[in-house]
């Protein structure tokens, strides 16, 4: 290899290298940047509040410590509240992908389904409480069923939009080489709809986030709504803002779990933007 090839692919390397770090800083900011800009300007326009029921940013943070981490509310109250927001949701993935396929797939059930699903997601999820509350009890089933009957439309309507988008060059690609069943389900219709699908995970998660706090204010013995609400009605102030912090700071770790699944899963399909994007720009 002669020297100016070298030295060549050596600045290209560094170059990558250049650009790697700078998208990685980008991110990082972009993360993090605002929730920290946020939180220093609670603290520096609190610093001086002498109001009960706004407590300073500082007393929060030092009763975080006690309220949470070094009581046994963190698997009595906390573990509860995210077995209960799971098990809800995989439900509803597993529900919505499953009938939104069947919906998208086929005119004639979209039609016949249509009416029904409109006048299904128009209810307002709070609202089935107290019916689920006659059905299931006050146990955990209910719960799950709440964060189930929300987090099922955002799933669905998504599936169904993504089904329907499927390339049709793709579709006759399979008819062409005998693709059916399982097969052309999981490589065409599934993959081909599973940005949408992704993007109905992400409505969903904040969904069943806040569907799992009501359900816990309604009727509950333990959870992070339960918890929360205990501590407004003793006028433990301060606690209780110590619960919605720790709820939002809950909220950022799932969301920053399902972006890492979205990048594993869709890598495909990212790296197809990221190339349409680059050929764009030349």
């Given at each position: 290899?002669?020297?100016?090839?070298?030295?060549?692919?050596?600045?290209?390397?560094?170059?990558?290298?250049?650009?790697t770090?700078?998208?990685?800083?980008?991110?990082?900011?972009?993360?993090?940047?605002l929730?920290?800009?946020?939180?220093?300007?609670?603290?520096?326009?609190?610093?001086?509040?002498?109001?009960?029921?706004?407590?300073?940013?500082?007393e929060?943070?030092?009763?975080?410590?006690d309220?949470?981490?070094r009581?046994?509310?963190?698997?009595?109250d906390?573990?509860?509240?995210?077995?209960?927001l799971?098990?809800?949701?995989?439900?509803?993935?597993?529900?919505?992908?499953?009938?939104?396929?069947?919906?998208?797939?086929?005119?004639?059930?979209?039609?016949?389904?249509?009416?029904?699903?409109?006048?299904?997601?128009?209810?307002?999820?709070?609202?089935?409480?107290?019916?689920?509350?006659?059905?299931a009890?006050?146990?955990?089933?209910?719960?799950?069923?709440?964060?189930?009957?929300?987090c099922?439309?955002?799933?669905?309507?998504?599936?169904?939009?993504?089904?329907?988008?499927?390339?049709?060059?793709?579709?006759?690609?399979?008819?062409?080489?005998?693709?059916?069943?399982?097969?052309?389900?999981?490589h065409?219709?599934?993959?081909s709809?599973?940005?949408?699908?992704?993007?109905?995970?992400?409505?969903?998660?904040?969904?069943?986030?806040?569907?799992?706090?009501?359900?816990?204010?309604?009727?509950?013995?333990?959870?992070?709504?339960?918890?929360?609400?205990?501590?407004?009605?003793?006028?433990a102030?301060?606690?209780?803002?110590?619960g919605?912090?720790?709820?939002?700071?809950l909220?950022?770790?799932l969301?920053m779990?399902?972006?890492?699944?979205?990048?594993?899963?869709?890598?495909?399909?990212?790296?197809?933007?990221?190339?349409?994007?680059?050929?764009?720009?030349?």
């Amino acid at each position: 290899m002669s020297g100016g090839a070298f030295g060549r692919q050596r600045s290209g390397t560094g170059r990558r290298i250049v650009v790697t770090l700078g998208r990685a800083l980008w991110w990082t900011a972009a993360v993090f940047g605002l929730p920290f800009g946020l939180l220093a300007l609670w603290w520096v326009l609190s610093a001086d509040s002498e109001t009960f029921y706004l407590p300073p940013l500082s007393e929060i943070l030092a009763s975080f410590d006690d309220v949470w981490l070094r009581s046994d509310r963190l698997r009595a109250d906390v573990l509860p509240s995210l077995l209960r927001l799971t098990a809800g949701f995989l439900l509803a993935v597993a529900v919505g992908v499953g009938i939104g396929v069947l919906i998208g797939s086929f005119r004639r059930v979209r039609a016949f389904c249509e009416p029904v699903l409109e006048f299904l997601r128009a209810i307002p999820p709070p609202v089935l409480v107290p019916v689920l509350m006659l059905f299931a009890g006050f146990g955990n089933t209910m719960k799950v069923l709440v964060v189930l009957s929300g987090c099922v439309w955002p799933i669905l309507l998504n599936t169904v939009e993504g089904v329907r988008a499927v390339d049709e060059v793709l579709t006759e690609t399979c008819r062409c080489y005998g693709i059916r069943g399982p097969a052309r389900l999981w490589h065409l219709v599934v993959r081909s709809a599973s940005p949408q699908i992704v993007t109905g995970l992400r409505q969903a998660l904040s969904v069943g986030i806040i569907l799992m706090v009501i359900s816990e204010m309604f009727a509950a013995n333990n959870g992070l709504g339960f918890t929360i609400i205990q501590f407004q009605r003793t006028f433990a102030v301060t606690d209780m803002w110590t619960g919605i912090l720790l709820l939002g700071l809950l909220g950022f770790l799932l969301a920053m779990l399902l972006r890492l699944f979205e990048r594993s899963a869709l890598h495909w399909y990212l790296g197809l933007r990221h190339s349409q994007r680059d050929d764009g720009h030349r």
